[in-house]
């Protein structure tokens, strides 16, 4: 299985505040830790949201936003891509985390979906279809 862990804006990470080398430090570790043990798929941290856009959809239409985003809550800083065997093992992980904020935090975690998960409407020439677009995906990295 695989989760998302999604590390959630805080005042200080939307004002651009750069962590300090301790927690950058630590962070390594962590990260270090999850590759060791096979976890980690993805991690990367987030510029703020004021360096951000949004595209909102209303039928044909399309709208940009510019960033900043006012609710600092429903932000997102950073993220992982863990693949575990439950969600209880992703917990686990995200537990032995050093807080990624200067401040209190808050994580996310959040199961992705699979290709079975889909079910029938996922017809196997939807499935070649994305076979070949991940194998594409790998080719580029």
Known sequence: MRFMVIVKATPESEAGQMP???LLAAMGAYNEELAKAGVILAGEGLHPSVKGARVQFSGKQRTVVDGPFMETKELIAGFWIFKV???QE??????RCPNPMVS????EIRQVFEPEDFGECFTPELQEQEER???QMSGQS
């Not at 992703?90 to 537990?95: E, M, N, P, T, Y």
């Not at 209190?104 to 994580?107: K, T, Y």
């Open 20 to 22: 300090s080398q301790e």
């Open 85 to 87: 065997q439950s969600l």
């Open 90 to 95: 992703a917990i686990d992980w995200v537990k």
């Open 104 to 107: 209190d935090s808050e994580i």
């Open 133 to 135: 677009l991940r194998a």
